[in-house]
């Protein structure tokens, strides 16, 4: 079983920053890719940003520029760095890893955390 820890949600005035970070803990061999996904009230869940192992990374476009994914293997974390943040970017977010959990059959599962809350004030 693995274990998504998140951190770092609360409220932040439009224009300011806020760090987001998630720790992966439990049964791994290895971490694919991790990332974060936002949910706000009364919508779906979308993409926020994504990093592979070797650090290739992706964003959803309305946090492209503002952004910033990065991850720490030999910790297991990934972090969310939010600059410019604006009351659209209001919601849960939510850490995912995607995980490798055999070294024999190679079979890969995907976990989530609880979430943690952003609320940005205009």
Do not use: H
Request: aromatic share 8%; net charge positive; with cysteine.
């Amino acid at each position: 079983q693995v274990q998504l820890e998140e951190s770092g949600g609360g409220l932040v005035q439009a224009g300011g920053s806020l760090r987001l970070s998630c720790a992966a803990s439990g049964s791994m061999v290895s971490i694919n890719s991790m990332g974060w996904y936002r949910q706000a009230p009364g919508k779906q869940r979308e993409l926020v940003a994504t990093i592979a192992s070797g650090m290739r990374t992706d964003y959803g476009d309305s946090v492209k520029g503002r952004f910033t994914i990065s991850r720490d293997n030999a910790k297991n974390t990934v972090s969310l760095l939010m600059n410019n943040v604006q009351p659209e970017d209001t919601g849960a977010y939510f850490c995912y890893a995607m995980v490798t959990v055999s070294r024999v059959s190679y079979r890969e599962l995907l976990y989530w955390g609880q979430g943690t809350q952003v609320i940005v004030s205009s």
